[in-house]
């Protein structure tokens, strides 16, 4: 089904007991729930369209990790988080649920949760990235003094007006990807366990440049109908978040996390090394490119690395 048959934010079909822009449902099918979450915008006209990205050859290679899901670059799974006990599509994560023993027991008992095994089932993800280079807009274009440890709060309006800059269209089912930097910083750091600087004249707060937490935000990324959303930062979004009456908050208090995760199903991607990316999207001029992400294929997978490339 083309992603722009499906209603807008404010139009989506009303939730008992869930915000305006809920989309429980939204994909379900035969009587179904859907794990898959805005991954559905990834239709096979789509994922064709995003191989005429690729205009050369490809190798890669594998290694074996041993390391907590959210230390590194990864994609957070539909599972992350949950709100009065409940993710996207009203599915209930339990530590019961969860502990699935093995990818048999896993494909047996069809587990329900929206987890990121379930991505293998449809071929993982293939689409259209697109890079937003906030940094080096900031920095170079605009001429501002920029740093990822400011706690920049990235609004719709400037994403779009970055787009604009680097000459590149949004299209349904894209994979939003955002550099502010912040990989770039932790790279720097001389020795393990060294703390983050302190920016100057700081409170000595943690904060973080990232995408503005607030819920124009979320509508304007569901109206845009990606596909997925990742970063270089620790939150993808701004932290620390903004609580209703401005002042701020902690974890508790992510905005975008619970619209995107919990009532869109659309995944968020974390710590993302984009430097690289980013110097080949300046030298080529082009910030679109195929995108190929292959998490683990693990049961009961709540964040995994990404193993994403990007094929120009």
């Given at each position: 089904m083309d992603p722009s048959a499906f209603p807008d934010f404010d139009d989506l079909p009303k939730v008992e007991g869930q915000p305006q822009g809920c989309a429980w449902g939204i994909f379900d099918k035969d009587g179904k729930k859907d794990v898959y979450g805005t991954l559905n915008f990834l239709t096979p006209e789509i994922v064709a369209a995003a191989a005429k990205e690729m205009g050369m050859d490809a190798e890669g290679w594998d290694d074996e990790l041993d390391f907590n899901t959210q230390c590194s670059s990864q994609w957070d799974s539909l599972c992350h988080i949950t709100t009065r006990g409940a993710t996207y599509n009203n599915a209930r994560p339990t530590l019961a649920g969860l502990a699935i023993p093995s990818s048999a027991t896993a494909t047996a008992t069809a587990s329900p949760l929206p987890t990121l095994e379930h991505w293998h089932a449809r071929g993982a993800l293939v689409g259209r990235g697109v890079l937003i280079d906030v940094k080096r807009y900031r920095e170079n274009v605009l001429g501002e003094a920029y740093h990822p440890l400011d706690g920049h709060r990235i609004t719709a309006a400037e994403v779009e007006a970055v787009a604009r800059h680097q000459a590149v269209a949004f299209?349904?089912?894209?994979?939003?990807?955002?550099?502010?930097?912040?990989?770039?910083?932790?790279?720097?750091?001389?020795?393990?366990?060294?703390?983050?600087?302190?920016?100057?004249?700081?409170?000595?707060?943690?904060?973080?440049?990232?995408?503005?937490?607030?819920?124009a935000t979320a509508r304007w990324a569901w109206n845009r109908r990606f596909a997925a959303v990742a970063g270089d930062s620790h939150a993808f979004e701004a932290f620390p978040p903004l609580k209703a009456d401005g002042t701020e908050g902690g974890v508790g208090d992510l905005v975008l996390h619970p619209w995107f995760l919990n009532q869109f199903g659309m995944p968020i991607g974390e710590l993302w090394d984009l430097k690289a990316l980013s110097e080949h999207a300046k030298k080529t001029g082009r910030y679109s490119f195929m995108l190929t992400s292959v998490p683990l294929n693990h049961p009961g997978l709540v964040a995994s690395p990404p193993n994403a490339v990007a094929i120009f």
């Open positions: 299209r349904p089912g894209d994979v939003l990807v955002v550099r502010t930097g912040y990989t770039e910083v932790l790279e720097a750091l001389l020795a393990p366990g060294e703390s983050l600087p302190e920016r100057p004249g700081g409170d000595g707060a943690l904060r973080l440049s990232g995408l503005h937490g607030v819920e």
